[in-house]
């Protein structure tokens, strides 16, 4: 039997996890990625002197098909994994209080650091940890969940304002890239239902400690390879073909390629422009998940000014920023990553301007950064980091398989129930992997992936 031909249109990280599965199961893999460099959204470049990302990314120990993509790729040792969930949380004046995992079974774990979070009032520690409690009782597949906003839930549920900024948005604007008061419950619930309420580890952070082309696009290239996948960079995809529903093809470069099963792995607003409609996708759904921006600033200092490997701020522009000298070489002083979700007010202005609002900002949290000089201050802007991933967004998610028997969906915006992050994309690459191959006649069991 000769191996059913895939074709992967999108080189991000569903559509290398989908590739790499497909090519793992035997099939003969086809790549199409139309900018020249693989990594869709995660990616790395050299900005005066230094190896940068696009963006700080993390990941969490319950990101299983995430890590699964990870060990896959041998790359396990170019990522570090908390042993255990610890974040400093800082407000100006320098006052440091922890969220940390307590050795406890979920959800007594964070219990402990939760009644010490001193930036808050006992009774705001008091009323979150109820509040966190009951989100696990929401309903995650139910429509009039997908319709509220967490913002509504959280006041409904006796949040005050200055625990919703000083608490949920810590933790609700690095997963969801919206703040908690825009951001669809369902998603907020699923964040913190699967990421702290079930598992103790769940939360524990991981980020890379080398720049993220090493631990994505690079060796995704070579195991894709290895496997004998055409890997084709600088390939714009321009049409699908469905006319024939069991030899889809798509058009690159002039030319019509014809595949045994497709896979769109694409962006969902360049999905909404290339689906055709034998697809039976709702376009203008896709359209409407929109795009919520993340601004990462670049900032060497000449010397050491934060002594934790990440910390996150309360009261202040700054949301969380990493220590980046390590991945990025650096030889001398301290390169920080501050990465600003949800950034719709940072994007469109300039360079000296973010530096005269977040100087200020660095040194109210920072003391070491009063003496220290800012040698590099650069901005990465990703307008489209996500979808907005707003009340009834879930319902404009599309699942895996669509109305032509052959075509399939993946992407950190097709219905993986997981918010827009790495995971969703792993997540969506394997399930688009497994309906692929079994569309092809070749089933397998790709990858992991855990409830
Ligand atoms: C700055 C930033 C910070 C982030 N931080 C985190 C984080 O901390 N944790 C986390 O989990 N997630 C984070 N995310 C989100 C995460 O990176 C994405 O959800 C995920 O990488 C999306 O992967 P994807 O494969 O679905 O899509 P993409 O990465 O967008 O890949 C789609 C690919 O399709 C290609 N393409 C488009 N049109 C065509 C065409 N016509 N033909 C061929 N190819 C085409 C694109 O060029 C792109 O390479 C962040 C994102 C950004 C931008």
Redesign the pocket.
């Known amino acids: 039997m000769t191996a059913p031909h895939v074709i992967v ?8 996890q989908a590739g790499l599965a497909c090519a793992d199961a035997g099939a003969r893999v086809t790549l ?4 020249p460099r ?5 990616w790395s470049t050299q900005q005066q002197g230094l190896a940068i990302d ?6 969490l120990r319950c ?1 299983t098909a ?1 890590r699964g993509f990870l060990a896959r790729l041998g790359v396990e040792d170019r990522v570090h994994l908390q042993s255990r969930l610890a974040v400093p949380v800082v407000a100006p004046g320098g006052a440091r209080h922890w969220i940390r995992r307590a050795p406890l079974p979920a959800p007594h774990h964070l219990g402990p650091s939760l009644l010490r979070f001193g930036h808050l009032s006992f009774a705001e520690r008091l009323r979150a940890g109820t509040a966190a409690l009951g989100l696990r009782r929401v309903d995650l597949g139910d429509p009039a969940s997908d319709a509220r906003s967490f913002g509504e839930w959280l006041s409904r549920a006796g949040q005050s304002d200055r625990a919703i900024e000083r608490f949920w948005d810590l933790l609700v604007r ?2 969801l ?1 919206l703040s908690a008061r825009e951001a669809s419950l369902v998603l907020a619930a699923k964040v913190f239902q699967t990421g702290l309420l079930e598992q103790a580890d769940a939360a524990d952070i991981g980020w890379a400690r080398v720049p993220l082309d090493d631990v994505h696009a690079h060796p995704a290239e070579a195991a894709l390879r290895a496997r004998g996948a055409r890997v084709a960079r600088r ?4 049409a699908l073909d469905l006319d024939d529903p069991v030899r889809p093809a798509v058009r ?1 470069d002039g030319e019509r390629v014809e595949c045994d099963a497709l896979v769109l ?3 969902h607003d ?1 999905a909404a422009e ?1 689906l055709p409609d034998a697809a039976g996708v709702d376009r203008d759904g896709l359209r409407a998940l929109g795009a919520s921006p ?1 601004v ?1 600033l670049h900032v060497v200092f000449d010397r050491p000014v934060l002594d934790q490997p990440f910390l996150a701020a309360v009261d202040s522009p700054l949301q969380w920023m990493f220590d980046r000298s390590e991945a990025a070489c650096l030889e001398r002083g301290q390169y920080l990553a501050v ?1 600003l ?1 949800g950034a719709e007010r940072w994007v469109g202005r300039s360079r000296a301007d973010l530096q005269a609002v977040f100087l200020p900002a660095f040194h109210a949290v920072l003391p070491a950064s009063r003496e220290a000089r800012i040698e590099q201050f650069f901005l ?1 802007v ?1 307008r ?3 979808f907005r991933q707003v009340p009834g967004s879930a319902a404009l998610r599309p699942g895996v398989r669509t109305a032509s028997p052959r075509l399939f969906l ?4 097709t219905d993986t129930g997981w918010p ?6 792993c997540r ?2 394997l399930l688009a992997a497994r309906e692929a191959l079994l569309a092809a006649g070749r089933s397998g069991t790709p990858g992991r992936l855990a409830a």
Request: glycine share 16%.
């Open positions: 249109v999108g080189g991000g990280l569903a559509g290398l199409f990625e139309s900018r693989l990594g869709g959204a995660t696009n963006g700080q990314h993390v990941f990101c995430y690095a997963t890239n390939a714009a995809v321009t690159v792995a694409t962006p360049a290339l993340i990462n990465s979700s990465t990703e489209a980091a996500t993946a992407g950190a915006w827009a992050t790495m995971e969703g994309a969506s690459g």
